[in-house]
Structures are given as structure tokens and as C-alpha cells.
């Protein structure tokens, strides 16, 4: 049986976890503060957040589930929440004792302020399997610094300009983390080892079988979803090892596959059209020419 609990409130985040409440939209959590937990005995516990949360946790306090996958989830890890995700974590129902920090905050927070145009720009929060931020001991040591800036600004008395430094240091924590990320793809070579090549072989797969005229042209969603990642972090992926967006990877190969099709006199356009997926056969040729310069007839005729 799974248990819900849900917090939409950091004063309700504070209180689990035995922290005293020093403004209403934020919070920084020491974890060895908070009382030893057992979520009341269950195994399976879901989580529901009404708040922005990073988890910096010390301590494997069992697997962590976003949907239907589990975080690449150890001990010095970043894990990522935004407002509406549900996390659930499966544990053996024992009491441990939680250890390591997390910075938690309402969206209130970050209202008129400048991290409000930037916040839905940090794909990372919607990163959900496989993806959580493994971080060097350097790494670690400015993630702390800049908790430690934050916790600093939380000890002060609320003025007119606590939010906007508040802000702004949770603005450059966030910078350094997607600064994080990029260094992850690169050196994190055997997760990532083999994307770009199963990458391939999916849609050489999908378009050499009945899927294409079944469910249509191949999105970056179900591509993410036929890899098991998400599709921000597999579109974040695909652009850093190919200079293109994963949208832009798969347009190229419709091009590659349509190329060939034409080549083949037996078959008119519109049938190839609908051999790729296309619903109508006027968006094929429209963007057949948009790629090429020429309309798929041009193009058979010049070759």
C-alpha cells in the first residue's frame, strides 16, 4: 500500500524535518536536524510537491521514482523536483536517519524577479531517470558555498531587498548546476556511450517498419521514451554530442529516408508521403523543400 503525502508549503516542508521556518517562501534544509524517519512504517511512499527542491542527499534512503523509471541515484547526488512532480521512493520501512541538504522554495519567490524569466529554462528539473547531477568533490564544495550564501541571507532580518539576493544566489546556484550538467555529458562516458548509435538505429528501425503509416512521424518524446530518458535530458544529450536538437537530428533523417524513396521511380510522392508518416502529402512536400530547396519531383528529376 502507498502512502501520499504532499507539501505545498515550506513551513510544512520545514516542520518534517525539525527546521525553524526564517522566511515563508524558502528554506535550507540540513537533514541531520530532522528526526529519524520511516514515513510511517511504509514501503512504497509518494511525495507530492508544491515546491521547487534540490536534494544534496549524504545518505541511500532507498530508490527514488519519478513516473514510471528510478533516478541514477547514490550518495553526493543532485535530484531535482519542480512544483506538481510526484516523487516516489521505495524503501524497507525501517527507521534511518536522513542526512545531507536541500534547498527548497515556493514559485511565489522568484516573482518579479529576474530567475522568473529563466526558471522553465533549466531543463534539468525535468530530468527523470537515469539523470540525477553527479557532482566532484569540487562541485560539492560550491554547491555548499552556495547554500551557504542563501542560509547567510536567511539569517537576516526580511528587507526590500531580501528577496532579490535571495533570488539571485539561487539564480547562480542553478547556473553552476546546468554547468554541472554539461560536464556530466562529457565525462559520464559510459551511460552516455551508445546513445547517439541506438539514437540511429531507433529510426532506422521505425522507418524500415509500419510505424511510420501506425503512429505517425517520430517525435522527440517517443524517441526519449524507446531510450528511457526523459526528453529533456535526451534532447539536452543529443545537442551536445551533435551540435544538432534532437527535432533537427530527426528531420535530417526523414530527409535521408525521403531521399531514397525518391530515388525509386515506382512511387509516386504521395505514397511516399504516407510511407514516413505524413498525414498529407502537401507537409511533406512543403518541407521536403523547405530542407532541400527543391519539391520532391524537382529533386528525382535532377538525379
Partial sequence: ????????????????????????LVSIIDFSKANPRSWGGEKNVRINYGLYCIFLKDVKCGDLKYGRNYYDYQEGTLVFVAPGQVMEIENDGNVYQPKGYALVFHPDLVHG??????????????????EALHLSERERQIVMDCFSKIEFELQQN???????LIASNIELFLNYCERFYDRQFIT??????GIIEKFEELLNNFFSSDKPQNIGLPSVTYCAEELHLSANYFGDLIKKETGKSAKEYILSKIIDVAKNKIFAANKTVNEIACELGFKYPQHFSRMFKHETGYTPNEYRFMN
Fill in 188 to 193: 559520464r562516458d559510459k551511460v552516455n556511450t
Fill in 1 to 24: 500500500m502507498e502512502k501520499l503525502f504532499r507539501f505545498d508549503t515550506v513551513s510544512q516542508y520545514n516542520v518534517l524535518n525539525n527546521h525553524e521556518t526564517l522566511h515563508p
Fill in 113 to 130: 524577479t529576474s530567475l522568473a524569466k529563466s526558471i522553465h529554462e533549466y531543463n534539468f528539473f525535468s530530468y527523470n531517470a537515469n
Fill in 158 to 164: 526580511i528587507d526590500k531587498h531580501s528577496k532579490k
